[in-house]
């Protein structure tokens, strides 16, 4: 922190026309108050990776940042500050306050106060900055295999464009912090239903300051030239198909929490043998099914509701007489199983000139997004469709007789 610190601050870069960017998440601590003036007699830190306690695991010794040093160095920075910060209780982060907590409220050695209160002296007013907080100054932030639920909901609001939320192409501060506070608890939810062993609260409150930034997009926050979205102008402009299907769904695979597992654990067929797999969902939804081969994708099931708990058999649930046939070209060959909350308008996915001329494959002219389809309706409005809750994905090999 020290090296990078004194480069930023010395280089040229360190001017108001640029923006610095502050990504944090990890632990934090609550230490008693060296500052006798704290109302709750507390200090909130960042507990960094070399964190080191006393024998008696109750006195920090070294490895914090605490919230007055933090705010000394933001404030020597003179470019546009953007900080954010998955954390507990880091509504006053931009005043150092600290992340998923560590268990309980620490004494700091004496030693180490001495060797930091120097850096703890703030020049100025901390200026030109935003903030993006997973929470209020008194909550608890949570995480889970995925990463922080704050994380995942910015990402999803800005790269996905979910917090979009009247749609005209363009995100808001005050969107995306409304998108965080109410996706948080959804994320939650999701989350228990599939895991047995989870049990997230998603009762936190992202906090997005200051007030003034809030009507403001993202894209001036950032200081973006480009839009980070632009909507398609034609029906004819040529998206790698890899790009649309294959390399997001792989990217959207769940753990395990959406359950596919071919029959018997197969994983090599004849050619034209039949291929036959379980499935079980932790969630109600509307379920589709893609085969990916080598060369094309198709769609094989079109929004067939299912219930949660329940084990499905491909294809005796579904189907009478329809059977998956392993087929050309050999190799690998990959089934995509996708649940959504409501059924997907999978039609203006489909193109006119199938590769696989015994299938439909998804059109190249719309985008598949992580966690949302997206169309484009007239002026080049974007049309969101129903939310994805689970993609699973089996592959097997395809080899002649």
């Known amino acids: 922190m020290v090296l990078g610190e004194v480069y930023y601050i010395n280089s040229p870069k360190n001017n108001p026309n640029n923006s610095f960017i502050f990504y944090y998440s990890g632990y934090g ?34 490895g914090l940042l605490l919230d007055n040093e933090l705010y000394a160095i933001l404030c020597k920075i003179k470019s546009k500050k953007i900080l954010i910060l998955d954390k507990c209780h880091s509504d006053s982060s931009h005043r150092g306050r600290v992340i998923k907590a560590l268990p309980q409220v620490y004494s700091v ?83 228990n239903k599939k895991d047995i062993f989870s049990n997230l609260k998603g009762d936190f409150s992202p906090q997005f300051r200051p007030t003034e930034i809030l009507n403001e997009t993202i894209e001036s926050v950032f200081n973006i030239q480009n839009p980070i979205y632009q909507p398609q102008t034609t029906q004819t402009e040529t998206i790698p198909i890899s790009y649309l299907l294959e390399d997001t769904l792989d990217s959207l695979t769940t753990n395990n929490l959406l359950q596919l597992n071919l029959l018997f654990n197969k994983k090599t067929y004849r050619k034209h043998e039949r291929v036959r797999f379980r499935l079980k969902f932790f969630t109600n939804g509307y ?114 007789r």
């Open 109 to 191: 050695s004496q030693e180490f106060w001495q060797r930091i209160q120097p850096k703890t002296n703030a020049e100025n007013a901390l200026t030109n900055f935003v903030l993006f907080s997973a929470t209020k100054a008194n909550q608890e932030a949570e995480d889970f295999l995925g990463g922080g639920l704050f994380t995942t909901s910015i990402i999803d609001g800005i790269l996905y464009r979910k917090a979009d939320l009247n749609l005209n192409g363009t995100i808001t501060v005050k969107e995306l912090e409304q998108f965080c506070n109410h996706d948080i608890s959804q994320l939650a939810t999701n989350i």
């Open 287 to 400: 379920l589709n099914i893609f085969i990916a081969y080598q060369d094309s994708y198709r769609l094989f099931m079109k929004n067939r509701k299912i219930r949660a708990s329940k084990q499905y058999s491909f294809p005796n649930s579904f189907f009478v007489h329809k059977h998956l046939i392993a087929k050309e070209p050999y190799g690998t060959t990959k089934i995509y199983a996708i649940l959504s909350r409501k059924p997907l308008d999978i039609e203006s996915y489909l193109s006119n000139n199938s590769l696989d001329k015994g299938g439909e494959d998804l059109s190249l002219t719309n985008r598949f997004r992580k966690g949302v389809m997206v169309t484009y309706g007239s002026g080049g409005k974007v049309v969101k469709e129903a939310d994805i809750l689970e993609v699973g994905r089996v592959e097997f090999e395809v080899f002649g």
């Open 29 to 62: 601590v609550q230490v008693k108050a060296i500052d006798k003036n704290k109302p709750d007699g507390k200090d909130e830190a960042t507990a960094l990776y070399d964190l080191e306690l006393s024998p008696n695991q109750d006195i920090i010794t070294d």
